[in-house]
C-alpha cells in the first residue's frame, strides 16, 4: 500500500478497488469508533457489538457507492448511524410486542369480527414461550410485516387507518398481520414452515 499513513479516504478509495488490505486498515482503525458510536445509541454491549460486525458488511456491499475523495467517516457513519436506528427501531417493536403479550393473550385490538391468531391458542401458558427469543423472531419478519406489527402493537392503529395510510385494502392488511404472527409463532416453535411472502396488494 502507497504511504505509511494513508488517509481514510485513500483506504476507501483503494477498497473500492478492490484493495483488501485497505479495508483491514480501514477496519482496525475505526471499529472501537464504531462499537463505541452503537453503545452510545443503543445502551447494550452486546447489541453494540451485532450492530459493529454488521456495519462493516454492510461497508462491503456499499463500497461501490464511495466516490472518490468524499469525505469518508461522513459516509461512513452514515450507514452505522442507519444500522443503530434500524436496530432499534426493531427492538422497539419487539419489546412492544412482548409486554403486550406478558399482558393479555390478546396481541391487539381488533376490528369487527376479525380474531386474533393468539385468541386460538388452546393454552393460557403459551404466550409465556414468546418473551425470551420474541425480539430475533420479529427481525426474520419481512420489513412489510414488520411495518404493520408495529403499527398495530406500537402504535395502536386501527387497520382502516392503515389502509388509508399505505394504499392497501383492510382485508390485505390483515392478513399480513395475520401471517406475521404464524411465522413468529413458527420460528418460536422451532419451524419456519410459513409461506406466504408474497403479500396481497
Given at each position: 500500500m502507497r504511504g505509511e499513513n494513508?488517509?481514510?479516504?485513500?483506504?476507501?478509495?483503494?477498497?473500492?478497488?478492490?484493495?483488501?488490505?485497505?479495508?483491514?486498515?480501514?477496519?482496525?482503525?475505526?471499529?472501537?469508533?464504531?462499537?463505541?458510536?452503537?453503545?452510545?445509541?443503543?445502551?447494550?454491549g452486546e447489541l453494540a457489538s451485532e450492530i459493529s460486525q454488521d456495519v462493516f458488511l454492510k461497508l462491503h456491499s456499499k463500497i461501490h457507492l464511495y466516490k472518490t475523495n468524499q469525505p469518508a467517516l461522513p459516509w461512513f457513519f452514515t450507514i452505522v448511524h442507519n444500522a443503530c436506528m434500524d436496530t432499534l427501531r426493531k427492538r422497539t417493536a419487539a419489546l412492544a410486542l412482548e409486554e403486550r403479550l406478558k399482558q393479555t393473550q390478546?396481541?391487539?385490538?381488533?376490528?369487527?369480527?376479525?380474531?386474533?391468531?393468539?385468541?386460538?391458542?388452546?393454552?393460557?401458558?403459551?404466550?409465556?414461550?414468546?418473551s425470551n427469543p420474541i425480539s430475533g423472531a420479529f427481525a426474520e419478519l419481512s420489513r412489510e410485516q414488520q411495518d404493520v406489527l408495529k403499527a398495530r402493537v406500537v402504535d395502536e392503529k386501527?387497520?382502516?387507518?392503515?389502509?388509508?395510510?399505505?394504499?392497501?385494502?383492510?382485508?390485505?392488511?390483515?392478513?399480513?398481520?395475520?401471517?406475521?404472527i404464524q411465522k413468529i409463532r413458527a420460528l418460536l416453535s422451532g419451524k419456519d414452515d410459513v409461506g406466504g411472502e408474497n403479500e396481497p396488494k
Amino acid at each position: 500500500m502507497r504511504g505509511e499513513n494513508p488517509t481514510d479516504e485513500e483506504l476507501l478509495d483503494r477498497y473500492a478497488n478492490g484493495d483488501a488490505i485497505a479495508f483491514e486498515t480501514f477496519f482496525r482503525r475505526h471499529k472501537g469508533r464504531v462499537f463505541h458510536y452503537a453503545l452510545q445509541k443503543v445502551g447494550r454491549g452486546e447489541l453494540a457489538s451485532e450492530i459493529s460486525q454488521d456495519v462493516f458488511l454492510k461497508l462491503h456491499s456499499k463500497i461501490h457507492l464511495y466516490k472518490t475523495n468524499q469525505p469518508a467517516l461522513p459516509w461512513f457513519f452514515t450507514i452505522v448511524h442507519n444500522a443503530c436506528m434500524d436496530t432499534l427501531r426493531k427492538r422497539t417493536a419487539a419489546l412492544a410486542l412482548e409486554e403486550r403479550l406478558k399482558q393479555t393473550q390478546r396481541l391487539a385490538h381488533t376490528d369487527g369480527d376479525f380474531t386474533s391468531p393468539l385468541e386460538s391458542s388452546e393454552e393460557r401458558g403459551e404466550s409465556r414461550a414468546w418473551s425470551n427469543p420474541i425480539s430475533g423472531a420479529f427481525a426474520e419478519l419481512s420489513r412489510e410485516q414488520q411495518d404493520v406489527l408495529k403499527a398495530r402493537v406500537v402504535d395502536e392503529k386501527s387497520f382502516g387507518a392503515l389502509a388509508v395510510e399505505s394504499g392497501k385494502s383492510e382485508v390485505a392488511l390483515r392478513k399480513i398481520y395475520s401471517r406475521a404472527i404464524q411465522k413468529i409463532r413458527a420460528l418460536l416453535s422451532g419451524k419456519d414452515d410459513v409461506g406466504g411472502e408474497n403479500e396481497p396488494k
